[in-house]
């Protein structure tokens, strides 16, 4: 037996050396590390990320088992990691038991934003998050394509309310399954989209979600401005193509969301580059201006998608290129949706006090 006896102050020092990337504190101050038992050599706790699509969670896992490892008189480390998602400033009384509501928009039509929307709310499902999806282009309905559903929601009784239509492990209302399939065009003048999206947020039973994903129409009209109006969002992510005509519209969506005072969570350059077959990375539509523009405008570049046929197919197909498990598509999609859960986490966080170590 080990002549060193190890504390649960040991335990906490050692793993404060750990530090969260994006929230700049180390894991034990930030709330962390619970559940923590000291018994002889044996020490045993809950890692509890911010997120269960936390892009780190294998390099956490990996630190604090060396940390606590490497102490005299530790024998065995036993390290259950778990999640809990904080609310980002959202809801209020019309969301209650959503945690965050993030806006998924676009300066322009044509640069993937739907299909964007629709992968990462499967990314962060397949995670383990509870996600919802609500598909605010009503002129252009296209997420129930996407996510391969055509159901028709119910309406509860007991609430009053709809019940969203369940696809791919994501919670989903788009004015597409309300109208069904083969019905009239949707001409309504601005005021009635901006009143339909209110209604599809207060009017649904979404029940506890720690995501609701917003895909918002194109541009900055009615829709985007009810959105902001009618919730407090945690944030909003912009979608665009590199291409400078693309990325000098998208600014403008920057710049329609400061000025409702809704945070910029980042930027998402889709369509950025394919890999041909003969070895090399073309760029067709321009390299890094998304990137360029996030770094002039002081906000975060979330990262860039592949021009990719895989991903165009299962969009038309109803299967999102982020449900095919193992693919480097899901991969890809799986890799941002953890750069945008850890922006809303870094918000959250940031009003929370300091837990002090003793």
Known sequence: MSATTVTAADVLSALSTIEDPDLGRDVVSLGMIK???VEGESVSFTFELTTPACPVRDRFEGQARAAVGGLPGVGTVEIRMSANVRGGGTAGSLLPDVKNTIAIASGKGGVGKSTV?????????????????????????????????????????????????????????SMALLTGPGQDAVVWRGPMVGQMVTQMIKDVAWGSLDYLLIDLPPGTGDASLSLAQAIPLTGAA??????????DIAVKSVAMFRQLNVPILGLIENMSYYDCECGRRHHPFSIGGA?????????????????????????????????????????????????????????????????QVR
């Open 35 to 37: 559940d923590l038992r």
């Open 117 to 173: 929307s629709a992968n990462l709310a499967v990314a962060l499902a397949a995670d383990g998050a509870r996600v919802g999806l609500l598909d605010a282009d009503i002129y252009g309905a296209t997420i129930p394509s996407v996510m391969g559903t055509a159901e028709r929601p119910l309406f509860d009784e007991e609430s009053q309310r709809l019940l969203p239509v369940r696809a791919h492990g994501v919670e989903l209302i």
């Open 238 to 247: 912009v979608v665009c193509t590199p291409q400078r005509m693309a990325v």
């Open 291 to 355: 990137q360029a523009a996030g770094a002039e405008l002081g906000i975060p570049f979330l990262g860039s998608l592949p021009l990719d046929d895989e991903i165009r197919e299962g969009a038309d197909a109803g299967r999102p290129a982020a449900a095919v498990t193992g693919s480097p598509q899901a991969f890809a999609f799986s890799e941002l949706a953890g750069r945008l859960a850890a922006q809303v986490s870094v918000r959250a966080f940031r009003r929370l006090p300091v837990i």
